[in-house]
């Protein structure tokens, strides 16, 4: 049984850093895909935002305009850990963020969709 835990979240002012952990236990080979999405306030499951993924196979990491240059997704394959450092953090980050893993290459093209397995989610806040 695949299973997927964040921590990390919490609040900070503009400008600060936090890093999300998700570790995951259950996963198979197959699983190639790993990333972080996020819900902001207001917006649908469906309209998960992929921020920043990673091809587990070999570290390519793949990541959205906004958040480029400003945040970073690492793996640690003895831990079975992924992480989000999120850096410059800005209001418009605020939201709830999502670990992903699935075997589907559209995660790692940043594509939601229901079927890949996801974490319970982490409540990130940034106040100006």
């Known amino acids: 049984q695949v299973q997927l835990v964040e921590s990390g979240g919490g609040s900070v002012q503009t400008g600060g850093s936090l890093r999300l952990s998700c570790a995951a236990s259950g996963l198979t080979y197959s699983t190639k895909c790993m990333g972080w999405f996020r819900q902001a306030p207001g917006k649908e499951r469906e309209e998960r935002e992929g921020v920043a993924t990673i091809y587990t196979r070999d570290g390519r990491t793949y990541y959205a305009d906004s958040v480029k240059g400003r945040f970073t997704i690492s793996q640690d394959n003895a831990k079975n850990t992924l992480y989000l450092q999120m850096n410059s953090l800005k209001p418009e980050d605020t939201a709830a963020y999502y670990c992903?893993?699935?075997?589907?290459?559209?995660?790692?093209?940043?594509?939601?969709?229901?079927?890949?397995?996801w974490g319970q989610g982490t409540q990130v806040t940034v106040s100006s």
């Open positions: 992903a893993a699935s075997a589907d290459w559209r995660l790692c093209s940043r594509i939601y969709t229901d079927s890949y397995f």
